[in-house]
């Protein structure tokens, strides 16, 4: 696949091009925070600050999408499927943020149903992916089998050389068509690779992935889910419960949730059907129309959705639904960490190995 | 308007029950944090509670073995108060459990620093949990730090510990480096602009009265939100109100926010509705904003949790001048037995009820 070498100012360009013609989503920074949200001039980009707060998810599956517009005005009401428009681009995503796409697409695109929005946002989005500068001790990507530099899923992947300027490496066809049309606009600054940028940029992943490996040494995916099989009705739950609030911090920015409600809102003849994001976490999520809830307490809503991210999303695909991003470990208002119950679960399992086992 | 209201409204007009008129700080204290005594007596003083029975649980925080993130706890015995912790990084406001013991048969002991405290003392004010079912062990703060100011400082290098001087800090990196930085560049937010650290009700309290930190960054923030045009004004906190992902993390760890059933989860009908629209991102700020107004502590928890750096705190102070200036009356949650002007009415109001 084709290397080249795009300095800042360069790159700067090629955003401002693609702002013509593309909704541009990238990090950028509000009040001291980096978010991924859309940005409308190339300075507001942000590539060199830490993982943002908003995931990436929001692109394909935004907080909410209007699914329907009716007219029930005349004799027959006009029902018409609303399908996202334009073309997008998302810039800086995170490793991790592409292995949730991933993990979305398998949610969404697999089986009998294809969700048509999901479907036509994601066929329009071009991914030009960055390889992490730095590296959190929130962050355990490595646990889950890949690591800040890995690039898979990305149309394109950028990697910040320590002189400031970027290697831009072209992973798919559409990739490839995108630098093709950069080539051909003339862009000042953009050039083929050469063997020392291309080596510099393979030092910079070495680099970043020498420090994931840390967190490698300390969170593990071993047992986790057999761990789990065993512990549904463990007081650990009630316990860990004590101190969620039932926000939906650790959901909203989960970049693999993706539970959705669906909801109708109406102006006289005009009215609208929607989805919008919604949480496990929130006692509504599972209220019965009757007034009955199956989820009463904390204690059922988060360990559904632990359930769900190293248990459930196990047996029904075959991998976890957490990539290790650490948002959520980050920003729990009570310092609730996904990586205490893998370890709780992993003990589990090791005790259970060594009963049967005698 | 404002001078009749001034006048006419008096602030503690409806008789209190008695209980909320006890004395609101013991003379002798324990020793402060920081001294080396400091946190065994806290722990004595939570086992003995617990041991004689004055309280049947405490809610506290226990050491973990990330040492920036104690976790918040709830002792049951003697026994479990050994991790029982309390240091500069215990920012989360514990005050909003005590509604998770609303039925508890028994009194439950919270450990508190000044914001927190303020957050108790609301609670028994608006009648949410009485005041002889809660054992206040307040704690004079000096001052909280932000872990991820710390991990900032140290960049690459994972902190391993930090140990706080009286005005700077060393933070110890796992691989044994050690740096210093000024402790103000490591204070969470809302302690830099901190001028009421000290528990204004207790019934235990460590530590002499600390003098907290006069900043009044905030409040030249809002003169100059007040000197926009209501236009200028609003793009302002569109431009915030846009990234707000309703995670409903600030109305959770409220303590102004005690509705059992709050407007935002109703369903039928859906004041709230789900989509993200200009419209109901500012409904949804707005009614909380007037909602707590007069019963809102100040204590920043909400501006603390929010995990898009929604600056709430700017309007949440906002509202907080505007009841001061107009209804005279003492910031909530520092005095007992104080109702806040906007939950009261009295028959000789200057302005009609009709
Ligand atoms: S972010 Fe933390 S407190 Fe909020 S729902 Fe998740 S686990 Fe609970
Ligand atoms: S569960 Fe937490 S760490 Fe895992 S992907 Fe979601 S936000 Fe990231
Ligand atoms: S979890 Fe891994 S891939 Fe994601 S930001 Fe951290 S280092 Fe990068
Ligand atoms: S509104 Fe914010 S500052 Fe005011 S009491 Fe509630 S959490 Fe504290
Ligand atoms: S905490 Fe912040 S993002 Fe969450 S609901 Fe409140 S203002 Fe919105």
Not at chain 1, 119 to 124: A, F, G, N, T
Not at chain 2, 9 to 18: F, I, L, N, T, Y
Not at chain 2, 59 to 87: C, K, Q
Not at chain 2, 284 to 299: D, K, L, N
Request: hydrophobic share 35%; aromatic share 8%; proline share 6%.
């Amino acid at each position: 696949m084709a290397e080249k070498l795009v300095t800042s100012e360069g790159l700067f360009t090629m955003v401002e091009k693609l702002l013509g013609r593309a909704q541009v989503t990238a990090p950028r920074e509000e009040n001291g925070i980096a978010v991924f949200g859309p940005v409308n001039s190339a300075g507001q980009v942000e590539l060199d600050g830490p993982l943002p707060v908003i995931p990436e998810k929001s692109v394909v599956f935004p907080q909410s999408e209007t699914l329907l517009r009716m007219d029930l005005g005349g004799e027959v009401p006009k029902v018409e499927a609303v399908e996202p428009e334009g073309e997008q681009v998302i810039l800086g995503v995170r490793p991790c943020g592409l292995q949730a796409f991933a993990r979305l697409d398998r949610v969404f695109l697999e089986g009998a149903f294809v969700d048509p929005q999901y479907r036509r946002r994601r066929d329009h989005t071009l991914i030009i992916a960055l390889t992490c500068p730095t590296v959190k001790r929130s962050c355990f990507c490595r646990a889950f089998g890949y690591g800040p530099s890995d690039g898979s899923g990305a149309d394109l992947q950028l990697t910040r050389l320590p002189g400031g300027s970027f290697h831009l490496e072209t992973l798919t066809e559409r990739g490839g068509e995108f630098v093709a049309e950069m080539e051909k606009e003339g862009i000042a600054g953009l050039t083929d690779a050469g063997a020392e940028a291309g080596s510099a940029a393979r030092a910079e992943k070495a680099r970043v992935e020498r420090l994931a490996e840390r967190s490698a040494a300390a969170v593990s995916t071993e047992g986790v889910v057999e761990g789990l099989d065993g512990m549904y009705d463990d007081p650990y739950w009630a316990q860990l419960a004590e101190r969620c609030i039932s926000c939906g911090i650790c959901t909203y920015l989960c970049p693999t949730c993706h539970c959705f409600d669906i909801c109708e809102k109406a102006r006289g003849p005009e009215a609208e059907r929607y989805r919008c994001w919604d949480t496990c976490l929130f006692s509504n999520y599972t209220l019965m129309a009757g007034g009955a809830n199956p989820r009463p307490t904390v204690r059922e809503r988060l360990r559904n959705r632990l359930y769900h991210k190293l248990n459930f999303f196990n047996h029904r695909y075959g991998e976890f639904l957490c990539v290790g991003c650490g948002r959520c470990v980050e920003h729990c208002p009570t310092n609730i960490d996904i990586r205490k119950v893998m370890a709780k679960a992993a003990a589990r399992s090791r005790a259970q190995g060594v009963s049967v086992n005698g | 308007m404002s001078e009749a209201i001034k006048t006419a409204a008096p602030v503690e007009g409806e008789p209190m029950p008695a209980e909320l008129k006890t004395a609101e700080i013991p003379t002798r204290r324990g020793p402060a944090p920081g001294d080396p005594e400091f946190l065994g007596a806290l722990r004595d003083c939570c086992r003995s509670l617990l041991a004689e029975g004055h309280v049947q649980r405490i809610i506290a925080y226990r050491e973990t073995p990330d040492s920036l993130r104690p976790e918040v706890a709830f002792f049951a015995s003697p026994e479990e108060t050994g991790d029982l912790v309390w240091d500069l990084f215990c920012n989360t406001n514990i005050c909003k459990y005590l509604l998770d013991y609303r039925t508890f048969e028994g009194r439950i002991g919270v450990v508190v620093k000044g914001c927190d405290a303020r957050g108790v003392v609301q609670l028994i004010n608006d009648m949410q949990i009485p005041r002889d079912k809660v054992e206040i062990i307040g704690i004079c703060c000096p001052g909280q730090i932000d872990p991820a100011k710390v991990e900032s400082a140290a960049g690459e290098a994972w902190v391993s510990r930090v140990v706080a001087g009286p005005d700077s800090v060393e933070i110890v990196t796992e691989e044994g480096t050690e740096m210093r930085v000024p402790l103000e560049s490591v204070l969470t937010d809302r302690c830099l602009s901190c001028r009421k650290p000290n528990p204004p009700v207790a019934d235990v309290v460590f530590g002499e009265d600390q003098k907290g930190r006069i900043s009044d960054e905030v409040f030249e923030q809002i003169a100059e939100l007040e000197r926009m045009s209501s236009a200028e004004r609003d793009a302002f906190w569109n431009r915030h109100f846009e990234r707000c992902i309703r995670c409903f993390a600030c109305r959770n760890v409220c303590p102004a926010c005690s509705c059992t059933k709050c407007v935002f989860d109703q369903q039928e009908p859906d004041w709230l509705a789900g989509e993200r629209n200009q419209a109901n991102q500012h409904f949804f700020q707005i009614t909380r904003a007037v909602h707590v107004s007069g019963r809102c502590t100040g204590c920043e928890e909400c501006d603390r949790v929010c995990p898009v750096g929604i600056p709430l705190r700017l309007m949440n102070k906002k509202l907080w001048k505007d009841v001061k200036d107009l209804f005279d009356s003492p910031l909530p949650g520092t005095k007992l037995g104080v109702r806040s002007p906007l939950v009261m009415w009295d028959p000789k109001d200057a302005d009609s009820f009709e």
